[in-house]
C-alpha cells in the first residue's frame, strides 16, 4: 500500500464525458505533482502544485484541468479528452518541491488511474 | 533540462546473482538522484537517492554508485530475488528540482 491514494483506480470515459481523478496525502508533504504514463515509457510530468499553488504546468492541454483543493487533495478534471490520452496518469508527494523549492526530496507515488478514452 | 538514460532496456538475472542497472546523465549541474521500482500495475516506488556530494550510498541490499567525472550512476542489488523483477528508473533533478525520469530498465529475474 502506499501513503498517496488514488481514485479511481481504473476509469474509462468517452471523448465527451467530464471526469475527474483524485489524490490524496496525508504525510503533510506541502508538494503534489500529477504525471502521465504510456505503456513502456517513464512518467512525464504535467502539473506541479507548490503550497497549493500551481508552480509548473509542463505545456498541458486545457481539457486537463488540475484543482488543489488543500494540501493534502489533488484532482485532475478531464473534459473533451482524446483516445491518445488513455494512459496511467500518477499523483505523488514530495516534503518540499517545485521550483520555489530549495531542497530535494524523493517523490511518493500512488499506484495511478488507468484511464481509457473511447 | 536534465536528460537521464538507461543503457539497456532489459536485464535479466539469475536468482541469488546481483544485478547492476546503469543510468547516465548529460546535466553537470544535476545534484540529487533517485533510483524508483516500479511493478506492474502500480506507482513508482522509492528505492534509494543520492546526492552529488556522495559517491555510495548503501540501503538494504542495495547500492548506488555515483560517478560525476563521467556523469553515470548505477543501483546494485545484491542476492537479487524474484520480488525484484520490475522497470527500474533513475531520476535526476537539476536546476528546477523536478526530477526528470529515464527510460527504465525491465529487469527479469529468473528462478
Known amino acids: 500500500d502506499t501513503e498517496v491514494t488514488q481514485t479511481p483506480k481504473h476509469l474509462v470515459m468517452g471523448m465527451t464525458n467530464k471526469k475527474s481523478l483524485k489524490c490524496e496525502q496525508h504525510?503533510?508533504?506541502?508538494?503534489m505533482y500529477w504525471y502521465k504514463q504510456k505503456a513502456k515509457k517513464p512518467p512525464e510530468l504535467m502539473f506541479v502544485y507548490s503550497y497549493e499553488k500551481l508552480s509548473i504546468n509542463e505545456s498541458v492541454p486545457s481539457r486537463f484541468s488540475p484543482e488543489c483543493p488543500n494540501s493534502s487533495l489533488l484532482n485532475l478534471h478531464l473534459h473533451a479528452l482524446q483516445p491518445e490520452d488513455s494512459a496511467l496518469y500518477l499523483c505523488?508527494?514530495?516534503?518540499?518541491?517545485?521550483?520555489?523549492?530549495?531542497?530535494?526530496?524523493?517523490?511518493?507515488f500512488g499506484n495511478g488511474t488507468r484511464l481509457t478514452v473511447t | 533540462g536534465e536528460s537521464v538514460g538507461l543503457h539497456l532496456p532489459t536485464l535479466s538475472v539469475q536468482e541469488g546473482d546481483n544485478s547492476i542497472i546503469n543510468c547516465a546523465y548529460s546535466?553537470?549541474?544535476?545534484?540529487?538522484f533517485i533510483w524508483y521500482k516500479q511493478e506492474s500495475g502500480k506507482g513508482p516506488q522509492f528505492i534509494i537517492d543520492?546526492?552529488?556530494?556522495?559517491d555510495k550510498r548503501q540501503g538494504q541490499r542495495v547500492t548506488v554508485l555515483l560517478n560525476k567525472t563521467v556523469k553515470h550512476l548505477s543501483l546494485q542489488i545484491a542476492a537479487t530475488q524474484p520480488g525484484d523483477s520490475a522497470v527500474y528508473f533513475c531520476?535526476?533533478?537539476?536546476?528546477?528540482?523536478?526530477?526528470?525520469f529515464g527510460r527504465g530498465t525491465s529487469l527479469i529475474v529468473h528462478p
Open positions: 504525510m503533510g508533504h506541502r508538494a
Open positions: 543520492i546526492r552529488s556530494n556522495m
Open positions: 505523488a508527494s514530495s516534503q518540499d518541491g517545485g521550483r520555489t523549492s530549495s531542497y530535494n526530496s524523493p517523490l511518493h
Open positions: 546535466n553537470s549541474a544535476s545534484d540529487y
Open positions: 531520476a535526476g533533478t537539476g536546476g528546477s528540482y523536478i526530477p526528470t
